[in-house]
């Protein structure tokens, strides 16, 4: 089973529209998640850490259930800016290193 | 807004060569790493370093690799022998504390 499992896309969905965005991880002892974002060719960028109780920042809402180990994310209002690809990203006790879903392209269209 | 700087953007090499890639994280920035993405697939850890020696390192970080911070803002990854598989994009990040790292740019790799 792979470490970061996340459906590849494309979602290709209209400008205004709400797309959400899912992601499991099969490491229990998995400490902390993230929402990166990556266009093309170019390097992963911040878009939001992942904590339990859920949280917003703007049009984005991220979830997360440790029970199910399973990660969410929610664009409401889509912009055409928002075409990337959404990197699934977690990290476990003991170890600094950060774990990357291969990602789910997000195409959004006039 | 303070960046992780990497260069070059692009390297060529032939294969068997040796390739330093290098960045210059932010400054006040104690953590540092490289990740490199094959193209099509995605990014993969290579290597943590903290405290001026390399705290973790995965699989793919053999012999062939080094890292340096040879003064107080440069950090390189040296591959020794370069294989056509090394070929990639390579992101150096950074991170004031554990479990945050901003990224570099990257430097793609290409060996012949």
């Known amino acids: 089973r792979k470490e970061v499992e996340q459906d590849p896309g494309p979602f290709n969905v209209p400008e205004g529209a709400t797309v959400a965005f899912n992601c499991t991880y099969s490491?229990?002892?998995?400490?902390?998640f993230f929402w990166y974002r990556q266009d093309c060719r170019k390097e992963p960028k911040l878009l939001m850490s992942v904590y339990s109780s859920g949280n917003e920042d703007g049009r984005f809402t991220a979830q997360l259930n440790r029970a199910s180990q399973y990660i969410s994310l929610l664009i409401r209002d889509s912009k055409l800016s928002d075409s990337a690809t959404y990197l699934c990203?977690?990290?476990?006790?003991?170890?600094?290193?950060?774990?990357f879903g291969t990602g789910t392209r997000l195409q959004v269209f006039p | 807004e303070p960046e992780v700087t990497q260069t070059p953007s692009h390297q060529v090499t032939q294969m068997g060569q040796e390739v330093i890639l290098r960045c210059v994280p932010i400054?006040?920035?104690?953590?540092f790493y490289w990740y490199r993405q094959i193209l099509g697939q995605k990014v993969e850890f290579l290597v943590s370093?903290?405290?001026?020696?390399?705290?973790?390192k995965s699989e793919i970080f053999d012999d062939q690799f080094s890292v340096e911070r040879p003064d107080g803002s440069n950090f390189t990854l040296k591959i020794r022998s370069t294989k056509l598989e090394d070929s990639a994009m390579y992101f150096c990040a950074s991170g004031g504390q554990i479990n945050e790292q901003f990224f570099g740019p990257g430097t793609r790799l290409t060996v012949l």
């Open positions: 370093f903290y405290n001026n020696e390399i705290s973790e």
């Open positions: 400054s006040n920035h104690l953590y």
């Open positions: 990203v977690v990290n476990s006790r003991n170890t600094d290193k950060l774990i």
């Open positions: 490491n229990s002892a998995s400490q902390s």
